[in-house]
């Protein structure tokens, strides 16, 4: 995919979460290329950054690059019965409401609820502590299009 990302974030292997374009893009010629190749509340990685520039009055130095781009892959934890690296999934967030050290990584940024998913590595087999007992495991997950 490719976007227009200001010049000071324009980095290979920078992730970002795109929420929504500024009121300001919405007259923008560059608004189909930019803010609407992006869906909102995605994480992405930059993989490439291309020399072309273009001007912006949003961003600080008023200029953004070129920039070839994926969906980030997530780190979250899933139920241990389901983290078999390799396997494909549709991601769900526990039935969890509580706010503990582990919540980010419950109900990390850049999911949404049904996303499929290939388990890509395998961070930490056996999770201790989580308050309502669930047997969970860290993953990477790879958002599949």
Do not use: W
């Not at 919540?103 to 949404?112: T, V």
Request: hydrophobic share 30%; net charge positive; with cysteine.
């Amino acid at each position: 995919m490719i976007t227009l990302i200001g010049e000071d974030l324009a980095k290979k292997d920078l992730v970002f979460l795109f929420n929504k374009g500024a009121k300001k893009c919405e007259d923008c010629r560059f608004k189909t290329s930019c803010v609407e190749s992006l869906e909102e509340g995605r994480k992405y990685k930059i993989v490439n950054v291309r020399e072309d520039q273009h001007s912006c009055p949003i961003h600080d130095k008023k200029k953004v690059n070129v920039v070839e781009i994926e969906k980030s892959n997530i780190t979250t934890f899933i139920d241990a019965k389901k983290s078999f690296q390799g396997s494909t999934l549709n991601y769900n967030a526990p039935d969890c409401n509580l706010n503990c050290i582990y919540r980010e990584f419950c109900f990390p940024d850049g999911l949404k609820e049904n996303d499929k998913c290939t388990i890509e590595n395998i961070v930490e087999k056996h999770v201790n502590g989580c308050v309502k007992g669930y047997s969970l495991v860290k993953v990477v997950l790879k958002i599949n299009e």
